[in-house]
């Protein structure tokens, strides 16, 4: 694997994700933020968090898959989440968790959460961007 995810000491230990990743790799991959859109466009689990959230996921996993990667190649995610409070961590975690148990892996690499006023459109309540390397 090109990616080696780390926790150094001296750094808070967050169970969602690793503080450090490390990439060997040669082949760099930029995904586009992916929202919560199916194959036809259409945008999955309106109103709901966790569905979003898996979907979006599961969308990177299948970008990923088309280059030859997985999400174990993810060196790191940017999370875009509208109108982001505490109190909507649980809903993140439940789609993290829903989408990792699909996919079959632990999707831990380092991570920035941002809230933001609004993305594209109305109905998508996160957008999750993705850097990986593939050897």
Request: aromatic fraction near 4%; charge should be negative.
């Amino acid at each position: 694997m090109a990616i080696t995810l780390v926790n150094p000491d001296g750094l808070p230990k967050i169970d969602v994700y690793r503080q450090v990743s490390i990439a060997s790799g040669t082949k760099l991959v930029f995904i586009a933020g992916q929202v919560a859109w199916d194959a036809d466009g259409a945008t999955v689990g309106e109103g709901d968090l966790a569905a979003q959230v898996e979907q979006c996921y599961l969308n990177i996993a299948t970008a990923l898959t088309e280059v030859g990667g997985s999400f174990d190649d993810v060196a790191k995610l940017n999370v875009h989440v509208v109108d982001w409070t505490p109190d909507k961590m649980p809903a993140l975690l439940e789609g993290i968790s829903r989408a990792a148990a699909k996919l079959g892996v632990t999707p831990t690499p380092p991570a920035t959460l941002l809230g933001v006023a609004a993305l594209d459109i109305p109905d998508h309540l996160v957008e999750i961007e993705a850097t990986a390397v593939i050897d």
